[in-house]
């Protein structure tokens, strides 16, 4: 089982919706949880970082944690056709030297 | 501001060539380092990483092998490069123990021929 559970899509969505991505892991460790979006031959880009359970919103952008269940989501409201990328979930147990452990990333097109 | 520069962006290679890619970090000093590989359609692996000068820990056992020459300079080599080795190679920096955000560069993708 890995580590990190991410359903790869394709998701595809029309312009305006409200998109939800989800992980799943295992370790309990983890406390540092990010999102990254990844354009096409392009290096990830760092979207949302959240420490702990919760939420965070950052514009269009909602990342929630319930370490209870060992589950993450980032949520984007009024997605844009620009909004189209892989989406990488990733974490940390904060004791490895930031060591990052990646899901296998979610393919979003959003069509206008 | 901080920004990590990676080149070269796009690498072809024969079978048994040796490899040598560079990255470099701007605006911080002692981060820590890393490289990764990815996979077409797949995460992202952890290949090695490095805490300061001269020091490398591996994460997989491979064909690979990274050296950190200076505080802000990571490089990843190969003696010989194998049809395996073809892939989506990534550098990336943290700023330390007890920060987990990790910065990306914007990758160099190997062909081995």
């Known amino acids: 089982q890995k580590e990190v559970e991410q359903d790869p899509g394709p998701l595809s969505v029309p312009e305006g919706a409200i998109v939800s991505l989800n992980c799943t892991y295992s370790n309990s460790a983890f406390q540092y949880f990010m999102w990254y979006r990844q354009y096409s031959r392009k290096g990830p880009e760092l979207l949302m970082y959240t420490y702990s359970s919760g939420n965070k919103e950052d514009g269009r952008f909602t990342a929630q944690v319930d370490k209870s269940s060992k589950y993450i989501s980032l949520f984007i409201r009024d997605s844009q056709p620009s909004d189209s990328a892989t989406y990488l979930c990733?974490?940390?147990?904060?004791?490895?030297?930031?060591?990052?452990?990646f899901g296998q990333g979610t393919i979003l097109t959003v069509h206008p | 501001s901080q920004t990590i520069h990676q080149w070269p962006a796009t690498l072809v290679q024969p079978v048994g060539s040796p490899l040598s890619l560079e990255c470099t970090v701007e605006?911080?000093?002692?981060?820590?380092l890393y490289w990764y590989r990815q996979a077409a359609g797949r995460g992202l692996q952890l290949l090695f990483y490095?805490?300061?000068?001269?020091?490398i820990s591996s994460e997989v056992p491979q064909n690979l092998s990274a050296s950190r020459p200076q505080d802000r300079q990571f490089i990843l080599s190969s003696k010989k490069l194998l049809l395996s080795d073809s892939g989506f190679y990534l550098c990336a920096w943290s700023a330390g123990q007890g920060f987990a955000e990790a910065f990306f560069g914007q990758g160099t993708r190997l062909t081995v021929v």
């Open positions: 990733a974490m940390s147990s904060g004791t490895s030297y930031g060591k990052l452990t």
């Open positions: 605006g911080t000093s002692n981060p820590n």
């Open positions: 490095s805490v300061g000068i001269g020091q």
